[in-house]
């Protein structure tokens, strides 16, 4: 895919405080490369068809931000996508990284799973009481939890809970 770039293309080198004025006028040239093109390393081949890897690159623009305060942020930006990703139920096989400089925090996330992980989650209906007949089979009530959760008959169990059975 065309527009692929690099990290080192995509991340400004830091640039000191008196070189600034010089390149803004100079339109900075050279600051940000022409955009390169995706090379065959970069693309992984899969069931025929050519993916890029997964991976999340988020760049913040800012102010100049005070350089006592990078560490801490640079830190908290990391934590932070870490702990969203497994929100989320993502895991990433290598650990986060993060960058930054006076105007720009970057957190980069790679080898992002493809799928969440799964979730066993257990629904509660209604009392058995309420959901099954006298004759042990689904009231209207039952029946319309089995639905409303697309479950069959057969997959529902009972299981006794703080507020009954």
Excluded: C, Y
Excluded at 43 to 51: F, K, P, S, T
Excluded at 92 to 119: K, N, W, Y
Excluded at 135 to 150: E, S
């Amino acid at each position: 895919p065309a527009g692929a770039r690099a990290l080192s293309e995509v991340l400004a080198p830091v640039q000191f405080a008196r070189l600034e004025r010089q390149r803004w006028r100079d339109r900075a040239n050279g600051l940000h490369p022409a955009r390169a093109q995706a090379g065959v390393g970069d693309l992984r081949r899969i069931r025929g068809a050519e993916v890029m890897d997964r991976e999340l690159l988020l760049e913040l623009g800012l102010e100049e931000l005070p350089a006592s305060w990078l560490p801490g942020l640079t830190t908290q930006i990391g934590t932070v996508l870490e702990a969203k990703l497994k929100e989320a139920r993502l895991t990433t096989e290598d650990p986060i990284e993060t960058f930054s400089t006076p105007r720009r925090l970057t957190v980069r996330a790679e080898h992002i799973s493809e799928r969440q992980t799964d979730l066993e989650e257990l629904v509660t209906g209604p009392p058995v009481s309420a959901a099954i007949g006298a004759d042990g089979k689904l009231t209207p009530a039952g029946a319309g939890f089995v639905k409303k959760q697309g479950a069959t008959d057969d997959q529902i169990e009972r299981v006794q809970t703080p507020k009954g059975e």
